[in-house]
């Protein structure tokens, strides 16, 4: 009897293994179609990109990776989309236990270089914190700042960037992190790539971009990529 119940075990084990296996490899054929579609470049991996910016998910764990790497220009900026990966070992001295977590990364140059910014969907944690004094951006639209958290190096601009007409497109969207470090927009999701998701994930940071000021590039000597002042 245990000796059966050990055979039925290990056959489970493989199926699900099977079944992980050709689904992951039904996803990424999935995306080397639609690269080839829509004018992206596919790398099936690219380690330039795991340490590209800072912040989670990108300091964290180890065996840290960028597949399924896709790139091309949008408006003469670079953008690229990836999977990110890394993973997380801890023991209690009797047993080690390595967590994967999974995570879909949007990127795109900017005209020129911003200060740091992020901007975070807002969870209880934050909304504690506040209570005791730490201070956000606060900006024109009240349910933006109840719903997101916004950093800034530079406030001024934090309301450049995050227009009535952004903060309008990001209540609509949600759930993206999304921050700016030096000249690119990089926006982090949580899961695997989906076809279905990324034109419209990539569509948010062009977006942004577009919508910021022309004057804001200009002070930092970027070419165009804005709207008028």
């Known amino acids: 009897m245990v000796v059966v119940l050990i055979v039925v075990g290990v056959a489970v084990a493989v199926a699900i293994t099977v079944f992980f296996y050709l689904a992951e490899k039904k996803r990424r054929e ?3 179609r639609w690269a080839a579609t829509n004018g992206w470049t596919y790398t099936d991996e690219d380690g ?3 340490d590209a910016w800072r912040g989670d ?3 964290e764990g180890h065996s840290r990776k960028a597949v399924n ?3 091309r220009e949008l408006g003469g900026r670079r953008a690229v989309v990836f999977d990110y990966s890394y993973k997380v070992t801890t023991s209690n001295g009797k047993t080690t236990t390595t967590t994967t977590y999974e995570f879909s990364i949007y990127a795109h140059q900017l005209p020129a270089a911003l200060p740091d910014m992020t901007i975070e969907p807002e969870g209880l944690w934050d909304k504690a914190v506040k209570l005791f004094g730490a201070q956000d951006v ?5 349910e933006f700042n109840d719903r997101y958290r916004v950093k800034a190096d530079d406030p001024r601009v934090a309301y450049d960037v995050l227009n009535p007409r952004t ?3 990001l209540l609509a969207t949600g759930g993206l992190d999304i921050r700016i470090q030096g000249s ?3 926006a982090v999701d949580k899961g695997d790539l989906d076809v279905l998701r990324i034109p419209g994930r990539v569509e948010v940071l062009t977006g942004i971009v577009d919508r910021v000021p022309s004057y804001v590039w200009a002070d ?3 070419a165009g990529g804005g709207r008028g002042a």
Do not use: H, K, Q, Y
């Open 167 to 169: 903060m309008e497109a």
């Open 69 to 71: 790497v896709l790139e």
């Open 220 to 222: 930092r000597g970027g």
């Open 184 to 186: 690119w927009i990089v």
């Open 48 to 50: 330039r990109w795991v």
């Open 30 to 32: 999935a995306i080397v």
């Open 138 to 142: 606060e900006l024109e639209s009240v």
């Open 57 to 59: 998910p990108f300091d």
